[in-house]
């Protein structure tokens, strides 16, 4: 498939390999000057653009090409450095910027990088702008940008920026999300991932009374995610145990999803604390409609343990950004996905793994109880996840082999489970996820499904 073909912007933002397409320098400062281009158009002006990135080795040289574009092209940019994905969307929306520009992978390893664009209200770029930019990409492809003075000025008097954007959203996460909880005797260790949230998530849990105890917070341009954060919970789980702490909490490198372990080591991830937080609204009375809204991937058990308290779970597409959607739509205040990223349309229209923490936190010290305990009120079917590297990404029924895999399969679970087929938002893999009553036998039907995927496709 020839490179153009292919979608830029997945579920996610651009994502790929840091300095080949479309993160090489040439296509970053077009994706700016066209995006730049757009605004002007809307605005009728000189649009306000600031960018944060996470910790990897390529960011600060993406996010010199992402100012050479923008400021070529007639607007003003200003760094906020080494920031959270959330906390851009943060300064975005309470700053009159008219753009918000992230440069991260998320969880994704070191090598990878990737762009994301905010809106003034916090929300990620609009479908239509991305489509414009997109077909602008191809057209003007090749055409030089004037750059001279540009790199002399953009590393001039960053600096004080920064350090001025970061403590806003400290004090913002510290003072306003925080207010009034006091963490005073709860031992917490915390894992940051060697990402964004390694100066600001110590310093939050610290002003509000924790004892902390961190790992993962050294980063040095290659370690952001490796063996640690919330794809890698191990260190985590052993500081916590081998500490006896109320429990842990670990970001991804952008720290815009959290995942949390008990006292005893388990996981608790996004399910598990959508349910925790959504009993704990209700019984605040300020649960909307008394719905939830999670994806697809999110187990059935959660679905159930919901029914109890006469709370419904409306189900959306894999993405934060189909999440956003309903929630909006529906008027509701809780949702997010499995992997940890939450979103509070109260408070913020990103999901910020520093605000679930803050929120569960503050739930369970209502609760009287430990996490462990309201994390046991939530059954759990077993759920399995084969993920598969294709070629290509094709709808799944035009290929026989694997629809005649999947039709049986999906007799067999004769409603006592659920199968779910989809590709990856951002990387090129296939996702096989089967729920059901027995582990072996659902392991069994995805590793079957994968392998037709695999001769198929892979």
């Known amino acids: 498939m020839p490179e153009m073909e292919q979608r830029l912007f997945g579920t996610d933002g651009i994502r790929g390999v840091a300095g080949q397409f479309p993160l090489d320098r040439e296509t970053v400062q077009l994706i700016a000057r066209l ?21 990897r080795e390529s960011g600060p040289e993406i996010e010199l090409a992402v100012a050479q574009g923008a400021l070529a092209a007639g607007a003003s940019v200003r760094s906020a450095g080494v920031i959270t994905t959330p906390g851009v969307a943060y300064i975005t929306r309470t700053t009159p910027f008219d753009a918000g520009i992230v440069i991260s992978a998320s969880h994704n390893p070191f090598r990878d990088n990737g762009i994301k664009i905010f809106s003034p209200s916090g929300k990620k770029l609009a479908d239509e702008m991305e489509q414009k930019i997109e077909a602008d990409i191809s057209k003007h492809r090749g055409s030089g940008i004037p750059v001279d003075d540009v790199q002399g000025g953009w590393l001039g008097g960053q600096a004080k920026d920064e350090t001025a954007f970061r403590d806003r959203y400290t004090s913002f996460l510290s003072n306003e999300i925080g207010g009034g909880l006091d963490l005073s005797g709860l031992k917490i260790g915390i894992d940051c991932a060697n990402g964004a949230a390694s100066e600001i998530g110590p310093k939050v849990f610290k002003e509000l009374g924790a004892d902390i105890q961190v790992i993962s917070a050294k980063p040095d341009g290659r370690n952001i995610n490796e063996g640690c954060g919330s794809l890698h919970l191990e260190g985590l789980q052993k500081l916590v145990t081998d500490q006896r702490l109320d429990l842990g909490i670990a970001f991804d490198g952008d720290a815009d999803r959290a995942l949390f372990v008990d006292a005893t080591g388990k996981l608790v991830d996004g399910d598990v604390t959508l349910y925790i937080l959504a009993a704990d609204f209700k019984r605040r009375g300020v649960l909307a409609g008394n719905r939830v809204v999670a994806t697809v991937m999110s187990n059935i058990g959660l679905e159930l343990a919901l029914r109890e308290h006469d709370i419904e779970l409306d189900r959306v597409q894999v993405g934060d950004r189909y999440v956003l959607e309903e929630l909006l739509t529906r008027g509701a205040k809780l949702g997010g996905e499995q992997s940890g990223h939450i979103i509070f349309p109260d408070i913020s229209l990103a999901g910020d793994g520093i605000i679930t923490a803050i929120e569960l936190l503050r739930a369970v010290g209502e609760s009287g109880v430990s996490l462990a305990e309201l994390a046991s009120r939530m059954p759990r079917y077993p759920q399995i996840l084969v993920n598969v590297r294709v070629r290509s990404k094709p709808p799944f029924d035009t290929l026989p082999a694997v629809k005649a895999s999947a039709d049986r399969i999906e007799r067999e679970l004769e409603g006592r ?10 990387e090129n893999l296939a996702r096989v996820m089967i729920e059901g009553e027995e582990e072996k036998k659902i392991n069994e039907q995805a590793n079957e499904l994968a392998e037709m995927i695999r001769q198929s496709i892979g």
């Open 417 to 426: 489970g659920r199968l779910l087929l989809r590709y990856s938002g951002t």
């Open 35 to 55: 995006l730049v281009t757009h605004l002007t158009e809307i605005l009728n002006g000189e649009p306000q653009l600031v960018i944060g990135r996470d910790t």
